[in-house]
C-alpha cells in the first residue's frame, strides 16, 4: 500500500507528490529514466534525518539529488522511492582566511562558493563545466573535478569532513577543519560514493590561495594525436600547467557557431594552456611550454591579452555542451580516463572504432589528466542508432580499461556505467566495496542499484598455508594473503611492521610478525604520466633517492632513516610540505593489499581521476595495519622544485610566532612549510620554507618578508634547513624513553589552543608546531606513567574542545597510555567494526591498532 506523505509531518512547501511536477524529477542530464514516488526538500540535517527514518520505516528507497546536473544517472530514482533534494540547505556556514578552510551546505552552488572564497583571496579549486549550476553535494556525490584538477586536484582534495544522515537516521560527524583525524578515512570513502553510503549535509572544505595572475594561451594542431603527443610531452618535461584542455575542430565549429567567441576552426585540433603564479613567472612558464608546443607541430599561438579575452576562451571550453544541440538532437557523453602517455594511441582507437559503428563524434577533454570524454551525436529516438552508440561505449570502455586506465573519471558509475564495473575490477575489489555498502547501509536503503551491480562474481580467496616461526616476510601479495588466511583459520594475531627488529620487542605472545622487508623496490617508474608503483617494504629515503635522480620527488618526508612507503602510508605521517603538495590521502593513486580472509585487492589506478566505485585507497591511509596487509604502493609524482628558499625568525615564545606566522598566512601560494620550533639552547624560531619557479619563490619571499616585518619582526634571515628538515629533527630526537604525542585542531585556532593549555603543561614537553595544518609535534620524557597519562589527558582536553584531537604517535610502552581518555573518539566507530567484523572475522589484525 503507498504510504501518506502527509503522515511525513512536514510543510506541503517541503513536499512534492503531483506526477505532473514529478516529471522533471524522473532523469538528470543523462539518458536513463526512473519514476520518484515524491521529492522532499530539506531545510537542514534534522529534516534529512526524521525524513530518513520516515523512508526507512516505510521501506521506500532514498535518492539525493542536486541541481541534476549529473550524466550517470545517479541521481535518478531507477527503482522508486524519495527524492531527497537538497537545494534549500544551501548556507556557506564559514570561510576563515587564516585557517584556510571553511564550512558550507550541501546546497551551496560551486561557483557561488568560489566567488565567496575569491573574495577573501582565496580559491576552491573544483570547477566542474556545470559550475554555474551544480551543488556542492553533488560534486561531492561524483567527486567532481574540472579543468583546473590537473595542477590541484578533485573535489576529494579539498573536503576535510562532512556531516551526513546515515541509513538508520543518525546524524555523522566525521573529520572536521583539523588535519590528520587518527580515525579510518569514512569521509573519503563518502565522497564519490553517489549517495550510496549517507546523505551529505555539510561539508568541511580546504581552500588555497587564489593564485595573483594567470595567463591563458591557445595553440593549434594539424591532428588529434600531435595535440595528445604534445600533451605528454609537456608533463615529461617537469611542467604543471594549471589547465590543459583539448577541442577537436568539429567541437569549436558547434562551439563558434553558437557563442562565436574565436576560436581556430581551421585547426584539426587545439589546446588551451593556462599556466598561474605570480606576475614574474608567467612569461617564463609560457615561453617553455611554448618552445615544447610547437615543437610538436603546433602552430597560431595565441595569447590571451586580457581576462575579457581570457573568460571568453573558457566561456567557449564550458560551453561546448549547449552547441552540440546545434548538429543532432542529443549527443552521448562518455567519460573515461588513461594514463597520459597513451593520449594520442587513445585517440586514434577511438576514432577507429566510431568509424565502425558509423557515429560521429567530437572531442573536448581535460588532456591534462588523461580524462577523455567523446562525445557521440545522437537521436534518442532511433533504436537502433542507439544500439550503435551504446556497443561503441562499450568498445571505449574497454580500450581504456586495457591502457589501465578507469571507466569514469569524474560523472560516476550511477547507472549508465554499473554494467562495466566486473570489466574493471576483480571479484575480490567488487566484493570489497560491496562490504563497504553493507558496512554503511546494510538494508541498501540510500540509492540502491548504483555503483555495484546487484550480481557479482564469488571472489577468489587464497587457500591458507603452514605457518613456520614467528616471524615471515611474504614476497608477494599473494602470499601473504595465504599466511594471513592461514592466521585467520587458526585465529592467530598478526603483526605487521617493516622493522623484524623493533616489533619483536613488542611481539603479543603467539603472534605472528608479518614483515614487508622482502617486499622493497621499485616495481614500475612511469615518468610521463608522474606515477611510481613501489613495494610497502622499501625506505622512504630510497625511494626519494631513486626519484631525485629523475627530477623527480613524492612529497613526503621521514624523520627514521628505515621508515617504509607502506609505513608511512599507514600510519599517515604527514610533514609540514603537506601544505604545498597534499598528504598521504591525496598522493596515493592505487594500493594494492592482502586481506585477513585471504583476498587481494588493488584499491585504485594510476590515473588522477577515477571515480570507479568506493575510493577504498583513503581507507588504508591511516589504517594502521588493521585492515589488511599494503603490499605495493602507486604514488603520484611532482617535478622537484627549481628553487627553495627558507627564511627564519627568531621569536620571544611559541604564541607570538604562532601570531606572526598567520600574519604570512595570505601571501602562501608557494609556501611549503611553516613551523615553530625550540633549539638546543632553549631559543624559538619560525621557520617559513618556500619552493617552486624560481621567480614565483622569489615573489613570495619578498611578501612574505614584507607581512612579518609590518606584523613587527625586525630580524629575517635565511636558513638552509627547511621547515620540513626541522620538523624530522624534532621527531627523530624522541628516545627511547620519550612519549610523542600529535595533536590537531583546526589551524585557525592554533593560538586558542595554546593559550588553553596549562604554563606546566607547555613547559614540560619540547614542541613543534606545524602552523599551516594546524599541527602539534610533543615529546615528553616518561619518568612515571600516571603523571604522564594526566599530563596527556591536560594537552587532549583543549583540543577535543576545539573539534580537534590528541593522539599518539609512539611511546615506550603504547598500550599502557592508549586508554579511552586518550584515543580518539569517532562517530564512526559503529561503521569501522562492521567493515573490520567483514574483513578480519577473526579479529587477527586488532592488534596492530594497540601497538599504533
Not at 652 to 662: F, T
Not at 776 to 784: D, K, M, Q, S, T
Not at 795 to 812: D, E, F, I, W
Not at 824 to 839: A, F, K, Y
Request: glycine share 10%; with cysteine; aromatic share 6%.
Amino acid at each position: 500500500m503507498r504510504p501518506s506523505f502527509i503522515d511525513m509531518g512536514f510543510p506541503s512547501r517541503q513536499l512534492i507528490t503531483d506526477p505532473a511536477e514529478l516529471i522533471t524529477f524522473e532523469v538528470d542530464a543523462g539518458f536513463d529514466r526512473g519514476k520518484p514516488d515524491a521529492v522532499f526538500y530539506p531545510e537542514n540535517a534534522a529534516d534529512v534525518s526524521k525524513f530518513v527514518r520516515w523512508a526507512r520505516a516505510n521501506g521506500l528507497p532514498v535518492v539525493a539529488r542536486g541541481a541534476g546536473t549529473g550524466l550517470s544517472g545517479g541521481a535518478v530514482p531507477e527503482r522508486g522511492g524519495v527524492i531527497a533534494e537538497f537545494a534549500r540547505v544551501k548556507k556557506i556556514v564559514e570561510l576563515n582566511p587564516i585557517g584556510r578552510n571553511g564550512v558550507v551546505q550541501s546546497g551551496v552552488v560551486n561557483l557561488a562558493l568560489d566567488t565567496a572564497a575569491k573574495q577573501l583571496g582565496l580559491y576552491y579549486p573544483p570547477d566542474p563545466s556545470s559550475g554555474r549550476s551544480s551543488l556542492i553535494g553533488g560534486n561531492l556525490g561524483e567527486n567532481a573535478g574540472g579543468p583546473h584538477c590537473f595542477k590541484y586536484g578533485v573535489t576529494t582534495n579539498y573536503i576535510t569532513g562532512v556531516e551526513a544522515v546515515l541509513a538508520d537516521g543518525r546524524i555523522l560527524r566525521i573529520g572536521g577543519q583539523a588535519f590528520d583525524y587518527p580515525e579510518l578515512d569514512l569521509t573519503g570513502l563518502i565522497v564519490g560514493s553517489e549517495g550510496t553510503l549517507a546523505l551529505v549535509t555539510e561539508a568541511s572544505i580546504r581552500l588555497i590561495r587564489n593564485p595573483p595572475a594567470v595567463k591563458t594561451m591557445m595553440v593549434s594542431f594539424r591532428s588529434d594525436e600531435a595535440a595528445g603527443a604534445a600533451v605528454s610531452a609537456i608533463i615529461a618535461a617537469g611542467l604543471t600547467p594549471a589547465t590543459l584542455e583539448m577541442m577537436d575542430q568539429k567541437v569549436m565549429g558547434m562551439i563558434e557557431a553558437y557563442v562565436q567567441v574565436g576560436l581556430p576552426v581551421t585547426a584539426q585540433a587545439a589546446l588551451i594552456v593556462e599556466v598561474d603564479g605570480y606576475p614574474a613567472s608567467l612569461d617564463s612558464q609560457a615561453e617553455e611550454i611554448a618552445d615544447i608546443l610547437t615543437a610538436h607541430g603546433g602552430y597560431d599561438l595565441r595569447i590571451a591579452q586580457s581576462e575579457e579575452e581570457r573568460q571568453r576562451i573558457w566561456y567557449g571550453r564550458k560551453s561546448a555542451a549547449g552547441a552540440f544541440s546545434r548538429l543532432a538532437p542529443a549527443f552521448y557523453l562518455v567519460d573515461v580516463t588513461v594514463p597520459r602517455s597513451f593520449l594520442a594511441e587513445t585517440l586514434r582507437e577511438i576514432g577507429q572504432a566510431l568509424a565502425r559503428y558509423d557515429l560521429e563524434t567530437g572531442h573536448v577533454f581535460h588532456a591534462g589528466d588523461g580524462n577523455l570524454h567523446p562525445c557521440i551525436l545522437c537521436d534518442p529516438k532511433n533504436a537502433a542508432q542507439m544500439e550503435r552508440v551504446f556497443a561503441a561505449t562499450h568498445e571505449i570502455v574497454a580500450i581504456c580499461i586495457a591502457k589501465d586506465g578507469s571507466i569514469t573519471g569524474e560523472h560516476g558509475v550511477g547507472i549508465e556505467k554499473r554494467a562495466h564495473m566486473p570489466a574493471m575490477y576483480s571479484a575480490a575489489e567488487l566484493s570489497a566495496m560491496r562490504d563497504v555498502k553493507l558496512a554503511f547501509d546494510p538494508d541498501n536503503l540510500l540509492n540502491p542499484g548504483k555503483v555495484l551491480p546487484d550480481d557479482l562474481p564469488e571472489p577468489m580467496r587464497a587457500a591458507p598455508i603452514p605457518l613456520t616461526g614467528d616471524v615471515i616476510a611474504p614476497r608477494s601479495a599473494e602470499e601473504a594473503a595465504a599466511i594471513l588466511a592461514a592466521c585467520t583459520a587458526e585465529k592467530r594475531c598478526v603483526q605487521i611492521g617493516a622493522s623484524v627488529e623493533r616489533f619483536s620487542k613488542s611481539l603479543e605472545t603467539g603472534a605472528l610478525l608479518l614483515s614487508t622487508h622482502e617486499l622493497r623496490g621499485v616495481q614500475h617508474f612511469a615518468p610521463d604520466d608522474l606515477y611510481i608503483i613501489v613495494g610497502a617494504g622499501t625506505p622512504l629515503a630510497e625511494l626519494a633517492k631513486f626519484l631525485v635522480a629523475h627530477g623527480f620527488q613524492a612529497p613526503f618526508a621521514a624523520p627514521w632513516p628505515d621508515a617504509t612507503v607502506g609505513g608511512l602510508l599507514a600510519t599517515n605521517l604527514n610533514a609540514p610540505l603537506r601544505m604545498r603538495y597534499g598528504g598521504w590521502r591525496d598522493n596515493v593513486l592505487a594500493v594494492q593489499a592482502a586481506l585477513p580472509d585471504g583476498r587481494v585487492i588493488r584499491a585504485g589506478r594510476p590515473v588522477v581521476k577515477n571515480v570507479a566505485g568506493y575510493d577504498l585507497v583513503k581507507l588504508f591511509v591511516g589504517s594502521h595495519g588493521t585492515l589488511g596487509m599494503i603490499t605495493a604502493v602507486t604514488l603520484k609524482l611532482t617535478p622537484l622544485p627549481r628553487l627553495q628558499q627558507t627564511l627564519q625568525v627568531t621569536i620571544g615564545d611559541v604564541l607570538q610566532g604562532i601570531r606572526w606566522a598567520q600574519a604570512t598566512t595570505a601571501c602562501w601560494l608557494m609556501t611549503a612549510g611553516v613551523v615553530i620550533d625550540r633549539d638546543a639552547s632553549g631559543r624559538h624560531h619560525l621557520t617559513i620554507t618556500i619552493e617552486g619557479l624560481p621567480e614565483d619563490v622569489r615573489s613570495e619571499a619578498e611578501e612574505i618578508t614584507a607581512a612579518l616585518h609590518k606584523a613587527g619582526v625586525c630580524d629575517i634571515s635565511v636558513s638552509e634547513h627547511t621547515a620540513t628538515a626541522r620538523w624530522c629533527d624534532h621527531l627523530h630526537a624522541a628516545g627511547d624513553h620519550d612519549l610523542l604525542l600529535r595533536v590537531g585542531v583546526p589551524p585557525q585556532h592554533l593560538a586558542l589552543y595554546w593559550q588553553m593549555l596549562p604554563e606546566d603543561v607547555r613547559s614540560a614537553g619540547s614542541w613543534l608546531v606545524d602552523v599551516a595544518s594546524g599541527l602539534l609535534f610533543v615529546r615528553l620524557r616518561i619518568e612515571e606513567s600516571s603523571a604522564a597519562t594526566h599530563w596527556m589527558e591536560q594537552v587532549r582536553q583543549p583540543a577535543t574542545a576545539l573539534r580537534g584531537y590528541a593522539a599518539l604517535q609512539s611511546s615506550p610502552d603504547i598500550t599502557q597510555f592508549a586508554d579511552n581518555r586518550l584515543v580518539h573518539q569517532s562517530d564512526g566507530v559503529e561503521i569501522v567494526n562492521r567493515l573490520m567484523q567483514r574483513w578480519d572475522c577473526a579479529g587477527i589484525l586488532t592488534a596492530n591498532w594497540q601497538h599504533r
